[in-house]
């Protein structure tokens, strides 16, 4: 009896011990786990909210904004099986706490990943505005859109964009901070170089296409070829100087261009208009001989010249040092002005370099060949004191030209820096011309020609061996200062006389008449060289020729005895 009575409560407590097993194991298989996501089943939708069983007898509500997308409603139906994640087994109330925005987190999470792992897209829909950029819904995961991100260029309005579901790149992702940057931009960029790669690989070097202007620069215009951007630069828009795009262009003006360079690596393109035109320049030298004078517009001024446009697509350069025949070291803005209509002379072309040098003075004639023709040397002039230097007058002629009177040419009398300082800057003086050289640009004048030479018109009549008669003006120790008609000279002691003892200077008295022999005439120096000594000599060589043989012994006593009884 007692052993039925064991085995029964030992059968019983294996039976309990089964029972609570399998009551355990009923548990774990049925109640879900905190933080994970389970499978529900919506028994009710009941104030916005969508009743959810989560099994094991767990209920929880979950708002039904949770399931919609962003700017759509939520599609839900009472039967619809959904996940959600079960974030506390019972609250307060005795309900589940369950999330399905938390349980779609999860879920994105996992697909993010994988997608960032594999480096693929993602769909997404911006959905908020924060500051640097916007927030985008990428299925439950909430990601940020930095404003740089959003498209290639900037994006003043970004309302069109909110909303609408589109692909977005990963930039990058972490999970545990919850962090995820995603690019528009990227996506933009990539199905660009796709278009661009396809509109490029359609065109040739040289090919003529029609384009659209979408932008204009200061050194071009980009030019909208049908996905794909070439850039127009300015020089390639005309043959002639364009100085801003906008001369030529406008915005959204569809325009006929040639494709002048691909690059294939960068995918620019360089493109032309001046190409689909007739090159002015192969006719420039047919057009333009050398020597041929044109009309042409002024159309650029710079330090060293202005730029003459000849004719459309034809400019050429007149050097600053052949602008003008007497304005010197001046900037050619006050010589001519920008559109100035002028007449120039073809000197040189270069049809390599493309180069053309004019001639703005060579249209007028040489103002010192004309000043040659009209007023030769030993011509008088008039004319302004325009400048004094050290060395002399500068004195405005006709034709804006100057010519120089130099310090010797001042006066016949003194030194010529002594009487430069009798002169004004805008005295009027009158000269004489005394050079002109057309070549070196130089005119000498002479003020001191106006009255003569004194010294020329006093020795006109004498020459070197002449006796003359001068007056004696001054007694010194060296010798005597004489005067002949007004020109000085001076006879040293050993010219005074053939005998030593007699060339005493104070055997003169001043006043005293003198006869002399001229021995020198130096015009540059305007001195007479005189000489009592030579006279005597000369006499005395005349006495022996006349009146004795220096070989028959006769005395010079008795041949000049002989000499003044044949005068007698």
């Not at 940057?181 to 996506?187: F, K, L, N, T, W």
């Not at 025949?325 to 493309?354: C, F, Y």
């Amino acid at each position: 009896m007692n052993q039925t009575l064991g085995k029964r409560r030992h059968m019983a407590d294996n039976m309990m011990e089964e029972f609570e097993a399998l009551l355990n194991e009923s548990f774990e298989m049925d109640t879900p786990e905190e933080g994970s996501v389970v499978k529900g089943k919506v028994i009710a939708i009941e104030a916005g909210q969508a009743i959810i069983d989560v099994g094991y007898k767990m209920e929880g509500r979950v708002e039904l904004k949770e399931f919609a997308n962003p700017g759509e409603d939520a599609e839900l139906a009472v039967g619809d099986t959904v996940e959600v994640f079960l974030r506390q087994v019972e609250n307060a109330k005795g309900e589940a706490v369950i999330s399905r925005e938390m349980a779609r987190r999860e879920e994105a999470w996992d697909r993010l990943e994988k997608a960032y792992a594999d480096e693929e897209r993602v769909d997404g829909a911006i959905f908020g505005r924060v500051k640097g950029g916007f927030t985008v819904d990428l299925g439950g995961a909430v990601a940020f859109l930095p404003g740089s991100q959003v498209d290639v260029r900037p994006v003043r309005d970004a309302g069109p964009l909110m909303g609408l579901k589109q692909p977005f790149q990963i930039l990058k992702m972490d999970r545990r901070r919850g962090n995820i940057v995603v690019s528009r931009r990227a996506i933009l960029e990539e199905s660009r170089a796709e278009q661009r790669a396809e509109v490029i690989g359609n065109l040739t070097e040289g090919q003529e296409v029609d384009g659209v202007v979408k932008n204009i620069t200061e050194y071009g215009a980009f030019v909208d070829l049908g996905g794909v951007d070439g850039l127009l630069h300015v020089t390639d828009m005309a043959w002639r100087r364009v100085n801003h795009p906008s001369e030529i262009l406008s915005i959204g003006e569809t325009i006929k261009v040639q494709v002048i360079k691909i690059n294939k690596e960068t995918h620019r393109i360089s493109l032309g208009m001046k190409q689909l035109q007739d090159d002015p320049w192969d006719a420039v030298e047919a057009k333009f001989a050398l020597g041929s004078v044109h009309q042409g517009r002024v159309t650029n001024i710079t330090d060293y010249g202005a730029f003459v446009e000849l004719e459309a697509g034809v400019e050429g350069l007149v050097h600053v040092s052949e602008m003008s025949w007497t304005k010197k070291n001046v900037h050619p803005g006050k010589i001519v002005s920008t559109s100035q209509e002028v007449e120039v002379m073809v000197l040189e072309i270069d049809s390599a370099k493309r180069r053309v040098s004019l001639g703005l003075k060579q249209t007028q004639r040489n103002p010192w060949e004309v000043f040659a023709e009209q007023f030769p040397e030993g011509t008088e002039v008039e004319g302004e004191v325009k400048n004094i230097t050290e060395f002399g007058l500068f004195i405005g002629l006709e034709g804006d030209i100057d010519g120089m009177v130099h310090l010797s040419d001042l006066t016949w009398e003194g030194r010529g820096e002594d009487v430069i300082g009798d002169f004004r800057k805008g005295d009027v003086v009158k000269a004489k011309v005394a050079e002109v050289d057309v070549e070196k640009e130089r005119i000498s004048l002479s003020i001191k020609a106006l009255d003569g030479d004194p010294f020329a018109e006093a020795v006109g009549g004498v020459k070197r061996g002449s006796i003359i008669t001068v007056e004696v003006t001054k007694i010194e120790d060296g010798g005597i200062e004489v005067d002949y008609e007004g020109a000085k000279s001076f006879i040293r002691r050993s010219d005074l006389s053939r005998d030593r003892a007699e060339q005493r200077p104070e055997r003169f008295g001043v006043g005293d008449k003198v006869d002399v022999r001229v021995t020198n005439i130096d015009s540059k120096t305007r001195k007479l060289g005189l000489s009592i000594k030579a006279r005597e000599i000369a006499e005395e060589k005349e006495a022996v020729e006349q009146y004795g043989s220096s070989d028959s012994g006769a005395s010079l006593g008795d041949i000049l005895g002989a000499a003044l009884k044949g005068d007698e």
